[in-house]
């Protein structure tokens, strides 16, 4: 089962509020490249969540893709379903943002 795509833009956006200082001040370079490749997915999944819009079709897309590109760096199935970002993160070997690029 698919993770509904309102939860998709929640955890996408609280990976960011959570964790992108962090990933800034200790220079995890993969997830400083992540945060500034989805420069439009992170603001636009805030937007949805939050009922401030109504994605569009682009705007689903680019949901879309940048979920799967934040499962793919903490190694989750894009496919399965999470309720929230802390049962996101149990789902991956990479427990914390310290480890993306491990394994």
Known sequence: MNTP???KCEII???WSAYSDEAVENNYEGWV??????DAGIPLANAIA??????????TQIIEDTW???CKIIRVDPNAKYNNLV?????SPNKTITKPEEG
């Open 13 to 15: 956006y609280s990976t």
């Open 50 to 59: 939050n009922n401030l819009c109504l994605p569009t079709e682009s705007g």
């Open 5 to 7: 795509f309102g939860n």
């Open 68 to 70: 799967k590109e934040l």
């Open 33 to 38: 490249n992540f945060f500034d490749w989805a």
């Open 87 to 91: 049962d996101f993160f149990a789902s």
